[in-house]
């Protein structure tokens, strides 16, 4: 399978702990980004990645959330001491460049309790 | 926020025609037009981009307006596997390049 994959597909945790996810890009994509997604909304951008480099963090990412690609390949998302609030489809895409269309994976089902 | 307006719900018979209509009347000359569709419990799923002229592929067919402000996504022969949320975008400069942000999209309910 050369798509975008995700691990965990399903975490649950308790409040106050820390999680965290994984995203494998697919191989030659050079940027990848990251989305939450609540029940019936559009997914919300988090951040984004050229290469290792983070190019920008939307403010909705609090300082409980970091996000790391050490060598520009896959990346990880970090919450620490979730809350209830996180619980969300966390979701990364990637693609090949400015101009093109990002694919995504199917996501990490976060469940806070 | 999303630079793109689209109706809340539309509904298609299935074998019909899907067309699916996007406003994004502050488009600058130089930004693509994106649809992705979202089938429910899953990642959204790019479908095509372009920039002035008609584009088509295995998936659907994109019709812009000469003046670039609007755009219509073309399912040709719906299924009722098309039933999904189709979100319009044209991508938002940031502080590090583009970037993809979702509205809230079109559910399409393709009915037998």
């Known amino acids: 399978d050369t798509g975008v994959s995700q691990d965990p597909r399903h975490k649950i945790t308790k409040r106050g702990q820390n999680v965290t996810f994984r995203c494998d890009p697919i191989?030659?994509?050079?940027?990848l980004y990251w989305y939450r997604q609540t029940l019936g909304q559009g997914p919300e951008f988090l951040t984004y990645?050229?290469?290792?480099?983070?190019?920008?963090k939307s403010r909705l990412l609090s300082d409980r959330f970091s996000a790391e690609r050490p060598k520009g390949s896959f990346s990880t998302l970090e919450i620490q001491r979730t809350e209830q609030g996180d619980s969300a489809m966390y979701l990364c895409?990637?693609?090949?460049?400015?101009?093109?269309?990002?694919?995504f994976g199917q996501g990490t089902r976060l469940t806070v309790v | 926020d999303a630079k793109t307006t689209q109706p809340p719900s539309m509904d298609c018979a299935e074998g019909r025609a899907a067309n699916l209509p996007c406003n994004h009347s502050?488009?600058?000359?130089?930004?693509?037009v994106y649809w992705y569709r979202q089938i429910h419990s899953q990642g959204p799923q790019y479908i095509i981009h372009?920039?002035?002229n008609n584009e088509t592929n295995e998936m659907a067919s994109l019709i812009i307006t000469e003046d670039r402000k609007s755009s219509t996504l073309i399912l040709p022969h719906a299924t009722l596997r098309d039933t999904a949320v189709y979100y319009c975008?044209?991508?938002?400069?940031?502080?590090?390049?583009?970037?993809?942000?979702f509205g809230a999209g079109t559910r399409l309910f393709v009915k037998a």
């Open positions: 372009g920039l002035k």
């Open positions: 990645f050229q290469n290792e480099a983070q190019l920008e």
């Open positions: 975008i044209v991508r938002v400069r940031g502080t590090g390049g583009f970037k993809t942000i």
């Open positions: 502050t488009i600058s000359g130089n930004e693509y």
């Open positions: 191989s030659e994509h050079n940027r």
């Open positions: 895409a990637s693609s090949s460049g400015q101009g093109a269309g990002a694919f």
